[in-house]
């Protein structure tokens, strides 16, 4: 049985090439009873074999590591790739074992919309760690359990996880300068850019600018690449769209033709771009939506997005 979507708030399933953030704060969870009497055998990156006695009833939730990663510990927003291993803690029932041998890794967002005890628990790992999270009810499924996977209201959870990659925050780069008549941008301590749009007629053509110099891997044509972006229209410098007022990053197939998800604007921004960076881009109406309206954006519109490119396969 595949665990659903929606517990792990998951995302697209991408390697990213970069790791890294900001210094973390302190773990929401540590080692306790519980978590120290979960067993665990294997190498990282096979499927582990798990042994516990049940019922596994621990007042919170509480992580143990098994095998040391290496880096920053993972925050609240970031998106890891994993293998992971799920049980319930009361009857000792597989739920769901995926992400490990020849599969690929899951991808999960760290998000406040998820298991608060998979945010929690994933807090005290690092990439490349191995851990045991357990889970009390009021972390897993509460009050509602979930009876498609056989969970009742007070089931614990017990939950292995292998952190094979772990996404940047935000762009990391060299802060640049850009050049006159570019629309301002300035990024909060989180990341989230402030964008101030000239009160002046937009540029004729596409118009790229690199914010903050990434030293990470090239996007190329064809990538797929983990982004955080907001985009204004230049008209009035409304946000019609922001990743970072939703869960957290998305990713793109980026390409100069066939096989883009993106506009063509927003695919020439990123196409030769370094992981870490930060680029402004100007979208002229004919590499954006041209003469159509799209989702609340008028025909004939020049668009201005910032982006921080997070992670390539």
């Not at 992580?63 to 049980?87: H, M, N, P, S």
């Not at 979930?146 to 772990?166: C, K, T, W, Y």
Request: aromatic share 6%.
């Amino acid at each position: 049985m595949r665990l659903p979507l929606a517990l792990l708030a998951t995302a697209t399933a991408v390697a990213v090439t970069l790791t890294g953030c900001t210094a973390a704060p302190e773990p929401e969870a540590t080692a306790g009873a519980s978590s120290d009497l979960v067993e665990v055998e294997g190498d990282f990156g096979q499927e582990p074999r798990v042994d516990f006695p049940t019922p596994v009833s621990p007042a919170e939730t509480q992580c143990t590591e098994i095998i040391e990663g290496e880096g920053d510990r993972l925050v609240a927003g970031q998106q890891a790739l994993v293998g992971l291993a799920v049980y319930n803690g009361t009857t000792g029932e597989e739920i769901d074992v995926n992400g490990f041998g020849d599969q690929e890794p899951v991808p999960i967002l760290l998000s406040e919309g998820g298991l608060p005890g998979i945010r929690k628990g994933l807090s005290c790992a690092s990439e490349g760690s191995r851990v045991v999270i357990v889970a009390p009810p009021a972390d897993a499924f509460g009050e509602e359990g979930n009876a498609q996977l056989g969970i009742e209201p007070d089931d614990s959870l017990v939950m292995v996880f292998d952190v094979h990659r772990a996404f940047l925050l935000k762009a990391n780069g060299a802060p640049q300068i850009a050049r006159d008549g570019f629309p301002a941008v300035v990024t909060a301590p989180d990341g989230r850019p402030g964008i101030t749009v000239p009160d002046t007629e937009p540029f004729e053509s596409t118009e790229v600018e690199v914010l903050k110099a990434g030293s990470g891997a090239v996007v190329e044509d064809g990538d797929q690449v983990v982004v955080h972006y907001t985009g204004v229209l230049w008209d009035d410098n409304s946000v019609f769209d922001s990743t970072w007022e939703r869960n957290g990053p998305t990713a793109f197939v980026v390409a100069e033709g066939e096989g883009s998800q993106v506009v063509p604007g927003f695919a020439e921004a990123l196409i030769g771009q370094k992981v870490g960076s930060q680029v402004g881009v100007v979208i002229a109406p004919e590499d954006g939506y041209g003469d159509a309206e799209q989702a609340g954006i008028p025909a004939g519109s020049t668009l201005f997005f910032v982006i921080d490119i997070l992670g390539v396969v």
